[in-house]
């Protein structure tokens, strides 16, 4: 079992910067992957970072170059720095993993992006 909890979020003028973080506890080996989803109203959840144990990163193209992940594998935990946001990028971001062939999720963090 693993809980996640994310904090850092909240609103953030357009061009502005957040950073989100992420801090995995519980019984648990080893953790596969980690990253962040996000959900915008009337919107499915969506892929938007992820980061293997090796450091291998997966972005989706709508935040390439703009967010970096990184994580630290000794405290478990997973951070997302957010440069040049959008409002666009108004959302609930998820942090997430996949740890001993499971999915786990964090409640959630609200990030709004207007002036």
């Known amino acids: 079992q693993v809980q996640l909890v994310e904090s850092g979020g909240g609103l953030v003028q357009p061009g502005g910067s957040l950073r989100l973080s992420c801090a995995a506890s519980g019984r648990f080996f080893s953790i596969d992957v980690m990253g962040w989803y996000r959900q915008a109203p009337g919107k499915q959840r969506e892929l938007v970072a992820t980061i293997t144990r090796a450091g291998d990163t997966n972005y989706a193209d709508s935040v390439k170059g703009r967010f970096t992940i990184s994580r630290d594998n000794a405290k478990n935990t997973v951070d997302l720095q957010m440069n040049s946001l959008k409002p666009e990028d108004t959302a609930v971001y998820y942090c997430?993993?996949?740890?001993?062939?499971?999915?786990?999720w964090g409640q959630g963090t609200q990030v709004t992006v207007s002036s």
């Open positions: 997430y993993s996949w740890a001993e062939r499971s999915n786990y």
